[in-house]
């Protein structure tokens, strides 16, 4: 949430809009010596926030004098629901709530706000998320050109995974899934050996520079040719898509477009002789 607002991608910083003085301050520190002597000359906060528009910026330890302030006069306080155990700390501290109840006292209305912004994407947004996209079809296509029978799945995840961190502020959004065995959900396991016949499940993302992340998962056959009966249900699952996505459309609810998918999936599995009912 203080990347959406702040644009700002740094550890250890928060920030206050203060609505009735139309003012908005970054909290944080500017680089110690020893961080310099460890990883050389640093942007000062003050340069890190103008470029979002921020003049206001203190050290972090005045975050606390602040809102006690503002607690002091009666001003209501509006947060978002934490899940850092040390930021809900920083709550309880700040504003003499219970750190076991924190989360009770977010505010209603400033979730809805920000989950009715977040929402709707900007151009800016949907150029971020067309960029990691298109370095993820990369690492899609990579991997379906190089996997072949008796190479380790790894050296398909390490290609892929030197693919994403070798292009412009690009990392992987998470651990990438490659595995023979599809039927374990989330298979962390790369040491398999694919063998002609196999179907290789490939769940991978990257990062773009703002950390807009993408994630497409393929099923593809080792060495590039199905089988007839993995074409046949490859081919369901490719249909089902494909009407998924054509469904997509103003005031259609998510839960339809997915109940209409798990149908036609049904109904095409039985066809085939591979589901009864």
Not at 111 to 118: N, P
Not at 152 to 159: F, I, L, P, Q, T
Not at 223 to 229: N, S
């Amino acid at each position: 949430s203080f990347l959406y607002f702040w644009g700002i991608d740094l550890a250890g910083l928060a920030a206050v809009i203060d609505i009735d003085q139309g003012r908005e301050t970054v909290f944080g520190r500017d680089a110690t010596i020893e961080d310099i002597i460890w990883s050389g000359p640093q942007t000062t906060l003050k340069e890190h926030c103008l470029p979002a528009g921020v003049e206001d910026n203190l050290p972090l330890d005045q975050l606390e004098v602040t809102l006690q302030k503002a607690v002091q006069k009666g001003r209501t306080i509006h947060f978002l629901p934490q899940y850092r155990p040390e930021n809900l700390i920083k709550i309880q501290q700040s504003l003499g709530l219970n750190v076991a109840v924190v989360n009770q006292h977010a505010s209603p209305s400033f979730i809805k706000t920000v989950v009715s912004q977040r929402s709707i994407k900007s151009a800016e947004e949907i150029q971020q998320i067309e960029a990691a996209l298109d370095v993820t079809y990369e690492m899609q296509t990579l991997a379906m050109k190089i996997s072949r029978p008796g190479m380790y799945e790894k050296e398909a995840v390490g290609a892929m995974a030197g693919l994403a961190m070798a292009r412009v502020n690009s990392v992987l959004a998470y651990p990438i899934i490659f595995t023979t065995r599809g039927h374990i959900l989330h298979n962390p396991h790369h040491e398999n050996v694919m063998q002609a016949n196999d179907l290789v499940i490939n769940d991978c993302g990257c990062e773009s520079a703002m950390h807009y992340a993408s994630d497409i998962t393929r099923t593809f056959p080792v060495g590039g040719k199905f089988t007839e009966k993995q074409k046949e249900i490859y081919s369901i699952l490719l249909k089902a898509q494909i009407n998924a996505v054509e469904s997509v459309r103003p005031g259609i609810e998510y839960r339809e477009i997915h109940i209409n998918s798990a149908r036609n999936i049904a109904m095409d599995l039985i066809a085939l002789g591979l589901m009864k009912g």
